[in-house]
């Protein structure tokens, strides 16, 4: 069985319109994060969380906005999409926040027409 | 700027041969170098990692070789199976979980 859930697994999305991208472990995990993998580069940090609070964002723009409810939710709102959005989103989860083993979701593959 | 990179970007071995995966990073303060597998379709997976203390990790037929002053580390694949056909990814981290990952390399075991 997964341990981390991602839906939808492919999404096809219109240039301008916005989309929440789904994630929920059940690792018991204290820690959350999300990463991007696109054809131009290899996997890119975007965010992690620890206990629901924002911990770090290496993502320049705004339109790309986590959203925790729970502590082991972690849901990726995208606003404005663009064509360059176009990638897999993988959400991934850690016991702690420091050196330890990071588990990936199965991803969303994101496509904007 | 490509803080970790690998090479080769592919890689072709026949069964039961070594496969030699090469990486390189600029960060010296990097102290956590984890390798991980991933195969069409799924998210990456950790395989093994290694700290920066060590110069060697074992596990199975998967060995890291990390040399500090060089700032390199290699990834050795003994007896390679098909069933390691995948990509590998060797990434970095200093103290966090923000982990910086290489380009990858595609590796093909051929039977």
């Known amino acids: 069985d997964p341990k981390i859930i991602q839906k939808p697994k492919y999404l096809v999305a219109v240039t301008g319109s916005e989309k929440i991208l789904i994630c929920e472990q059940y690792?018991?995990?204290?820690?959350m994060y999300w990463y991007r993998q696109s054809a131009k580069k290899p996997l890119e940090f975007m965010f992690s969380?620890?206990?629901?609070?924002?911990?770090d964002n290496q993502t320049a723009s705004s339109r790309f906005q986590p959203q925790s409810s729970k502590k082991n939710h972690l849901d990726l709102q995208i606003t404005a999409l663009k064509p360059d959005d176009s990638a897999t989103y993988f959400c991934a989860s850690s016991p702690g926040t420091s050196n330890t083993e990071v588990f990936f979701g199965k991803g969303t593959r994101l496509t904007v027409v | 700027q490509q803080q970790v990179r690998q090479s080769p970007q592919s890689l072709t071995v026949w069964e039961g041969e070594t496969a030699i995966l090469n990486c390189s990073y600029e960060n010296s303060a990097f102290d956590y170098f984890p390798w991980y597998q991933q195969f069409p379709g799924e998210g990456p997976a950790l395989l093994i990692a290694?700290?920066?203390?060590?110069d060697k990790k074992e596990d199975g037929r998967f060995t890291i070789f990390f040399n500090k002053r060089e700032k390199k580390l290699s990834l050795h694949i003994t007896d390679s199976q098909p069933g390691d056909s995948a990509t590998y990814f060797c990434?970095?981290?200093?103290?966090?979980?923000?982990?910086?990952f290489g380009t990858g390399t595609r590796l093909q075991v051929l039977p």
């Open positions: 690792l018991g995990h204290n820690a």
């Open positions: 290694i700290r920066s203390v060590s």
């Open positions: 969380y620890s206990y629901q609070k924002l911990m």
């Open positions: 990434a970095a981290s200093r103290n966090t979980n923000k982990v910086v």
